[in-house]
């Protein structure tokens, strides 16, 4: 069953528009994290958090910022969409512990940006 | 060099087939992941393994540390497990993703 959730799974917009995906998880977890995945290519890893009031960026420099005022909500935002933004957005969470622990992936989002 | 690299890229099977996936990387690690992602880009996890091996059904993933290197074994394998199957790599809490097999299972 999926406890993470995204909205919208599908999205057409034209350049330069500003535009949020959401992301919001039901099982309490610290952790949660933002995806980038083009097509038959490796997830890069744009934004995490650790928990309320905490985020940084990942290895993908991707122009979007995201905040963690909840810790069920993590949102995504592009302030100025670029045919470059075009791509798959995956958000994901997993409990802060000892140790690692499993991803729980939301659905994704798929971005085009016209 | 990617730093996880999986083969094969595609793979076809028949039903019932044994199907063997491979991982290597290149870092040390502290875990390893097998993801499974259908059509339509969700993401499962399957196993998550440090060391020796590890069954849930007819899915099995096995770890060699010293050689860095994983397996992914399916057993008599079905249609429903065509999907791109994904190693991801985990160090310092952050994650190095391969970029998958493609399985197609025909009946």
């Known amino acids: 069953e999926a406890d993470i959730y995204q909205t919208p799974r599908y999205l057409v917009i034209g350049t330069g528009k500003k535009i949020t995906l959401e992301c919001s998880q039901t099982m309490g977890h610290d952790k949660m994290y933002w995806y980038q995945q083009d097509p038959g290519m490796e997830l890069h890893l744009i934004h995490y958090s650790y928990g309320v009031n905490s985020t940084e960026k990942g290895d993908l420099s991707s122009e979007s910022t995201v905040s963690r005022i909840r810790t069920e909500h993590f949102p995504l935002t592009l302030e100025s969409a670029r045919p470059s933004h075009t791509s798959q957005y995956l958000c994901a969470s997993r409990e802060r512990g000892a140790g690692a622990n499993v991803l729980t992936f939301g659905a994704g989002s798929r971005l085009t940006v016209l | 060099k990617n730093e996880v690299e999986q083969s094969p890229q595609n793979l076809t099977a028949q039903e019932g087939e044994f199907i063997t996936i491979n991982c290597s990387y290149s870092?040390?690690?502290?875990?390893l992941h097998w993801l499974q992602q259908h059509p339509g880009g969700g993401i499962v996890s399957l196993f998550m393994l440090s060391s020796g091996k590890k069954k849930h059904g007819r899915l099995i993933a096995t770890i060699n540390i010293q050689e860095k290197h994983s397996s992914l074994h399916i057993t008599a394998s079905h249609p429903r497990d065509s999907a791109v199957y994904i190693c991801?790599?985990?160090?310092?809490?952050?994650?190095?993703f391969g970029t998958g097999t493609r399985l197609q299972v025909f009946p």
């Open positions: 870092v040390g690690i502290s875990a």
């Open positions: 991801a790599v985990e160090g310092g809490d952050k994650l190095i």
